[in-house]
């Protein structure tokens, strides 16, 4: 039997003391964090796999992918700075 390969946007926000936090806009509530980059990329992996189990177990719907994800950067002038 294929199994279909699903793929999924994720967002990994650095974090200040160390590590990044990802989540997965596509499936709200699933998040998962590492304290290197390929080790956050790992653990959102894995993450994604459990949340989709349990929406299988549940009887919901796997959700596709989100074509309508953009990220981008925006600049805007500090107003703290004269």
Do not use: H, W
Request: aromatic share 8%; net charge negative; charged share 25%.
């Amino acid at each position: 039997m294929k199994k279909k390969v699903l793929e999924y946007d994720v967002i990994f926000e650095e974090q200040p003391d160390k590590g990044y936090t990802v989540t997965v806009p596509s499936l709200p509530g699933c998040i998962s964090e590492g304290d290197t980059f390929e080790q956050s990329r790992e653990n959102i992996t894995d993450a994604i796999k459990l949340f989709l189990e349990d929406l299988n177990a549940d009887g919901e719907e796997i959700p596709i992918r989100s074509s309508n994800i953009f990220v981008g950067q925006v600049s805007v002038s500090n107003p703290l700075i004269y």
